[in-house]
Nanobody
């Protein structure tokens, strides 16, 4: 298992930017895949961005070109840099990790609220 702690959410105006952070309780080298998901009220949780241990990335079409997933190995932290934010980006954002030793188990953080509103 791994504990994940998200931070960086808040209220931002349309067109603004935020950087979300996900700090892990274990070495990031033990994690096969890390990703960011989001869930708006009344909607399913949906994938936003993911990064493999090798650095490959994948993005939802709705955020491609606006969001970037990155990591700082020394800090065991993964980031989601969000630019050109839209009201439809409003959601609780969750960090997810899958360990090399238990790839079938999803490990979730508690989430951080992002609200995009004028």
């Amino acid at each position: 298992q791994v504990q994940l702690v998200e931070s960086g959410g808040g209220l931002v105006q349309p067109g603004g930017s935020l950087r979300l952070s996900c700090t892990t309780s274990t070495s990031i080298f033990s994690i096969n895949v890390m990703g960011w998901y989001r869930q708006a009220p009344g909607k399913e949780r949906e994938p936003v961005a993911a990064m493999t241990s090798g650095g490959s990335t994948n993005y939802a079409d709705s955020v491609k070109g606006r969001f970037t997933i990155s990591r700082d190995n020394a800090k065991d932290t993964v980031y989601l840099i969000m630019n050109s934010l839209k009201p439809e980006d409003t959601a609780v954002y969750y960090c997810k990790a899958n360990l090399f030793g238990d790839r079938g188990r999803n490990n979730w953080g508690q989430g951080t609220q992002v609200t995009v509103s004028s």
